[in-house]
């Protein structure tokens, strides 16, 4: 998975996602501790990816994710996710 064009407002973050065979938009919250949480809405709005997760030392964001249905119920699909920093 690959996020670019990272930008963070305060405790709000937002940015463009690839991964999972799925592009697009993701908003969320992190702390200011590292704590992040980040939602990309798929398949035309009919359910959404949630991520979670925290940034390790060194940049790299490692945590967890499910498909939720488009009223939040989850389908059942989940995994664990990493993205490596590339700077």
Known sequence: MVLTHIQQNQG???GYFQGLGFV???KGSITPSGHLRFV???RAG??????????KV???LVGSFEVLLN????TGES???NVASSA
Not at 46 to 55: A, H, K, M, R, V
Not at 71 to 74: F, I, L, S, T
């Open 12 to 14: 709000s973050i937002q």
């Open 24 to 26: 697009g938009p993701f």
């Open 40 to 42: 990309v809405a798929v």
């Open 46 to 55: 009919e359910s959404t990816l949630s991520f979670e997760g925290d940034i």
């Open 58 to 60: 060194g940049g790299d």
């Open 71 to 74: 009223q939040g119920q989850p």
């Open 79 to 81: 995994g664990l996710w």
